[in-house]
């Protein structure tokens, strides 16, 4: 039996047709099929129906997929959203502790996985004192941020490769040697102040064999140093906090006053301590638009270039070139800033304007120069505590009644009446014998003057002039300071001296030792002591026993006796062993602070003392007793000893100013390399023997490695 047919309808015979002409039948359709020619009619049809059952189920199974879809997508944003807050608190885990521990093993198999993953230095020779001032109050800094900052702000972080490319380096040291060489021998008088040029003497005028020489030792130099890949000296924790620090805008990281460790706090009580505590003054700062500011500025180059120009006979050639060489500078403004004075309460903030750099800062150190060489003569003039100190060992006995007082100046620098201080120094400095007699009397008073009255500053974006006083940062502004009130110390009363066994002066702070039973000279004396211009003192009481600078100065019996004084909020943050310092820095360190205690100590006892608490305080910072015992004998064996420090200017010496990273060639390859291709090489005249063209040996018998401040951290 034949299967019945089904009747071929228009829909079957619609769905055969290709897809341009199913395309003009929808059309057709749809604009409806009057007026068409019969051919068109033939290919026609009725838009297809659906029954409701089958919409019903197409609508749901629509319904059904867009709520797959909806569901998936919720599902994939939770997940997402669950993974982001995961990985914040991972980083906040690894900011706080440096690690996040794994919940699915035990408590002994974190610990081991992370000890296992510890750098040697850091489990060898961990600083265990690691401190610094939290001065925030809203917002906190990460809750580890003392692993960082715990390190001393000196504190060097070791690039990620070592060096590979030395070609400034050796273009200097040949810029240096080939100098040295074409003057060696010669009349000529290596200036005070210079600034440093790219001159060079031409390669004919310069022995041959030295030429040949330092092209051999830079191309064996070349060798030594290749790229390779340093060990990181900071965790990856630490390296977090840095980035932190660096890149978030409310919190500041700034040094502390005296030396007392790095301070974190907001960026906002930062500047607003700046601007209370200082510059809203209007009796010492005033506030200038940019337009005022770059005017004046511009007026003080002008001054400065009339101040050459007027005084050309009694400026040396030298000093002439430096001094106009340093009116063109990148930047001409200084920059201010503040330093929070941790040891004070309620807490303060000591002004301090950077001028290194800047259109005076040239000026301002020849006007030092000639400055300090007149204070160096006053007779309460002290540069230093040794200086004191010995001042103090060369005393009479003193009198049972004798008792020790100290004077500090109510911030001096910004409280002396410049109008007064230029009229008293002028004076002064016209009528002094005692001055060296090149010096330019009048061209020293016109600079100063003009240092002192046109100290305009940066402060962020705004811009400030200083009314009266001069600021912490200016060249001269000590020697300034100390023979301002050094005039008025030279006319002390007579009735005064014989109540004092001693008076000197640091800056603004006075010590001495008063004799005197009746209390009527001590007011007396203080009254006068505060009659001058509008600088004011702070007297403290007589005692038996003061703090002076960083002594201790007490009577024991008809003598005085010093120790060391150090404040009570010292941090002792010295570098820990793991900084990228080159090693002479720590035996610097060490060597140093043994001459101090035993220069300034006058109980051999108390240096026995204070030794062994700096031996437990650089054990504390993380060196092993084994680097430290051979340190510590070489410092007492070279105690007294007075090392002759080498310099730029010295004939006999040559630098190699190279970055240092631990992974560097060591110093001792580069010496030996020096001796074996320029120095002495074998079967050759020696470096030393070899003359210029003038017939001069050039006499340069050693080299010392220099070395600048590490790169920055540009691997972070």
Same mark, same amino acid.
């Given at each position: 039996?034949?299967?019945?047919?089904?009747?071929?309808?228009?829909?079957?015979?619609?769905?055969?047709?290709?897809?341009?002409?199913?395309?003009?039948?929808?059309?057709?359709?749809?604009?409806?099929?009057?007026?068409?020619?019969?051919?068109?009619?033939?290919?026609?049809?009725?838009?297809?129906?659906?029954?409701?059952?089958r919409r019903q189920r197409f609508v749901s199974r629509a319904d059904q997929r867009t709520a797959e879809k909806t569901e998936?997508?919720?599902?994939?944003?939770?997940?997402?959203?669950?993974?982001?807050?995961?990985?914040?608190?991972?980083?906040?885990?690894?900011?706080?502790?440096?690690?996040?521990?794994?919940?699915?093993?035990?408590?002994?198999?974190?610990?081991?996985?992370?000890?296992?993953?510890?750098?040697?230095?850091?489990?060898?020779?961990?600083?265990?004192?690691?401190?610094?001032?939290?001065?925030?109050?809203?917002?906190?800094?990460?809750?580890?941020?003392?692993?960082?900052? +715990?390190?001393?702000?000196?504190?060097?972080?070791?690039?990620?490769?070592?060096?590979?490319?030395?070609?400034?380096?050796?273009?200097?040291?040949?810029?240096?040697?080939?100098?040295?060489? *074409?003057?060696?021998?010669?009349?000529?008088?290596?200036?005070?102040?210079?600034?440093?040029?790219?001159?060079?003497?031409?390669?004919?005028?310069?022995?041959?064999?030295?030429?040949?020489?330092?092209?051999?030792?830079?191309?064996?130099?070349?060798?030594?140093?290749?790229?390779?890949?340093?060990?990181?000296?900071?965790?990856?924790?630490?390296?977090?906090?840095?980035?932190?620090?660096?890149?978030?805008?409310?919190?500041?990281?700034?040094?502390?006053?005296?030396?007392?460790?790095?301070?974190?706090?907001?960026?906002?009580?930062?500047?607003?301590?700046?601007?209370?505590?200082?510059?809203?003054?209007?009796?010492?700062?005033?506030?200038?638009?940019?337009?005022?500011?770059?005017?004046?500025?511009?007026?003080?180059?002008?001054?400065?270039?009339?101040?050459?120009?007027?005084?050309?006979?009694?400026?040396? =050639?030298?000093?002439?070139?430096?001094?106009?060489?340093?009116?063109?500078?990148?930047?001409?403004?200084?920059?201010?800033?503040?330093?929070?004075?941790?040891?004070?309460?309620?807490?303060?903030?000591?002004?301090?304007?950077?001028?290194?750099?800047?259109?005076?800062?040239?000026?301002?150190?020849?006007?030092?120069?000639?400055?300090?060489?007149?204070?160096?003569?006053?007779?309460?003039?002290?540069?230093?505590?040794?200086?004191?100190?010995?001042?103090?060992?060369?005393?009479?006995?003193?009198?049972?009644?004798?008792?020790?007082?100290? @004077?500090?100046?109510?911030?001096m620098y910004t409280c002396i009446d410049t109008d007064h201080a230029m009229a008293v120094i002028a004076k002064y400095l016209?009528?002094?014998?005692?001055?060296?007699? =090149?010096?330019?009397?009048?061209?020293?008073?016109?600079?100063?003057?003009?240092?002192?009255?046109?100290?305009? *500053?940066?402060?962020?974006?705004?811009?400030?002039?200083?009314?009266?006083?001069?600021?912490?940062?200016?060249?001269?502004?000590?020697?300034?300071?100390?023979?301002?009130?050094?005039?008025?110390?030279?006319?002390?009363?007579?009735?005064?001296?014989?109540?004092?066994?001693?008076?000197?002066?640091?800056?603004?702070?006075?010590?001495?030792?008063?004799?005197?039973?009746?209390?009527?000279?001590?007011?007396? @004396?203080?009254?006068?002591?505060?009659?001058?211009?509008?600088?004011?003192? =702070?007297?403290?009481?007589?005692?038996?026993?003061?703090?002076?600078?960083?002594?201790?100065?007490?009577?024991?019996?008809?003598?005085?006796?010093?120790?060391?004084?150090?404040?009570?909020?010292?941090?002792?943050?010295?570098?820990?062993?793991?900084?990228?310092?080159?090693?002479?820095?720590?035996?610097?360190?060490?060597? +140093?602070?043994i001459k101090r205690v035993f220069r300034l100590t006058s109980d051999p006892t108390d240096c026995t003392v204070w030794l062994?608490?700096?031996?437990? %305080?650089? %054990?504390?910072?993380?060196?092993?007793?084994?680097?430290?015992?051979?340190? @510590?004998?070489?410092?007492?064996?070279?105690?007294?000893?007075?090392?002759?420090?080498?310099?730029?200017?010295?004939?006999?010496?040559?630098?190699?100013?190279?970055?240092?990273?631990?992974?560097?060639?060591?110093?001792?390859?580069?010496?030996?390399?020096?001796?074996?291709?320029?120095? %002495?090489?074998? %079967?050759?005249?020696?470096?030393?023997?070899?003359?210029?063209?003038?017939?001069?040996?050039?006499?340069?018998?050693?080299?010392?490695?220099?070395?600048?401040?590490?790169?920055?951290?540009?691997?972070?």
């Amino acid at each position: 039996r034949q299967p019945r047919q089904k009747k071929q309808t228009t829909s079957h015979v619609f769905s055969s047709l290709p897809q341009k002409k199913k395309d003009e039948a929808r059309h057709r359709n749809d604009t409806g099929s009057k007026g068409k020619g019969p051919q068109e009619n033939a290919i026609t049809c009725p838009k297809p129906r659906f029954s409701r059952r089958r919409r019903q189920r197409f609508v749901s199974r629509a319904d059904q997929r867009t709520a797959e879809k909806t569901e998936a997508k919720a599902l994939q944003q939770a997940t997402e959203q669950e993974y982001r807050a995961v990985q914040e608190v991972d980083a906040r885990l690894t900011l706080a502790y440096g690690f996040v521990a794994d919940t699915s093993k035990t408590v002994r198999h974190n610990v081991s996985i992370v000890t296992c993953s510890m750098p040697c230095w850091f489990y060898f020779s961990r600083p265990a004192n690691m401190a610094s001032h939290d001065l925030t109050t809203t917002t906190k800094p990460p809750p580890s941020f003392r692993t960082l900052l +715990g390190l001393g702000l000196n504190f060097c972080v070791c690039p990620g490769t070592t060096t590979s490319k030395i070609r400034d380096s050796i273009d200097r040291f040949k810029r240096d040697i080939n100098t040295k060489v *074409f003057f060696a021998g010669s009349a000529t008088v290596t200036p005070t102040l210079f600034n440093r040029t790219d001159w060079e003497p031409e390669p004919h005028s310069l022995p041959v064999e030295l030429l040949i020489r330092n092209n051999l030792f830079a191309r064996q130099l070349n060798t030594l140093f290749k790229r390779r890949r340093n060990q990181p000296n900071l965790l990856p924790s630490q390296v977090a906090v840095l980035k932190y620090f660096k890149s978030s805008p409310d919190l500041l990281v700034t040094r502390s006053d005296k030396n007392l460790g790095p301070a974190v706090g907001e960026r906002l009580t930062y500047v607003n301590a700046a601007l209370d505590d200082h510059l809203l003054n209007p009796l010492t700062y005033r506030q200038l638009t940019e337009g005022n500011a770059n005017r004046l500025m511009q007026k003080t180059r002008l001054a400065a270039k009339s101040f050459l120009r007027n005084n050309l006979s009694v400026i040396s =050639d030298s000093d002439q070139k430096f001094l106009l060489e340093t009116l063109y500078p990148r930047d001409p403004y200084p920059h201010f800033y503040v330093t929070w004075k941790i040891h004070k309460t309620p807490l303060k903030t000591r002004p301090i304007v950077s001028v290194s750099g800047s259109l005076l800062h040239g000026l301002g150190r020849w006007v030092d120069n000639l400055l300090q060489p007149i204070c160096k003569t006053l007779p309460s003039f002290i540069s230093s505590s040794w200086e004191l100190k010995e001042s103090i060992s060369s005393l009479s006995p003193l009198p049972p009644h004798a008792r020790l007082f100290t @004077f500090d100046a109510k911030s001096m620098y910004t409280c002396i009446d410049t109008d007064h201080a230029m009229a008293v120094i002028a004076k002064y400095l016209r009528a002094c014998k005692t001055i060296p007699k =090149d010096t330019p009397v009048e061209a020293l008073i016109e600079a100063l003057d003009l240092i002192m009255r046109s100290n305009i *500053f940066q402060f962020g974006d705004t811009y400030w002039l200083q009314l009266t006083g001069t600021a912490m940062g200016t060249p001269p502004a000590p020697m300034y300071a100390t023979l301002y009130f050094a005039i008025k110390e030279l006319d002390m009363p007579a009735r005064f001296q014989p109540c004092l066994a001693i008076y000197k002066r640091y800056i603004d702070d006075v010590f001495g030792v008063w004799l005197s039973r009746n209390e009527q000279d001590w007011i007396d @004396f203080c009254t006068w002591m505060d009659d001058f211009g509008s600088l004011k003192w =702070d007297f403290g009481p007589r005692c038996s026993s003061v703090d002076f600078l960083d002594l201790t100065i007490e009577i024991d019996g008809p003598y005085l006796k010093t120790r060391l004084f150090e404040k009570l909020l010292n941090l002792y943050l010295y570098l820990p062993p793991h900084s990228a310092h080159p090693p002479g820095v720590v035996y610097g360190l060490i060597a +140093g602070m043994i001459k101090r205690v035993f220069r300034l100590t006058s109980d051999p006892t108390d240096c026995t003392v204070w030794l062994r608490k700096f031996y437990t %305080r650089l %054990r504390h910072r993380g060196y092993p007793a084994a680097t430290l015992q051979p340190l @510590f004998d070489a410092g007492f064996a070279n105690r007294n000893l007075t090392p002759v420090k080498a310099t730029t200017t010295s004939s006999d010496t040559v630098f190699l100013h190279v970055p240092y990273t631990p992974a560097n060639p060591t110093s001792r390859q580069i010496q030996g390399l020096f001796r074996e291709t320029l120095h %002495r090489p074998p %079967r050759s005249t020696p470096l030393h023997q070899i003359t210029n063209r003038a017939g001069n040996p050039c006499n340069i018998k050693r080299l010392i490695i220099a070395y600048p401040l590490p790169y920055p951290p540009h691997t972070l």
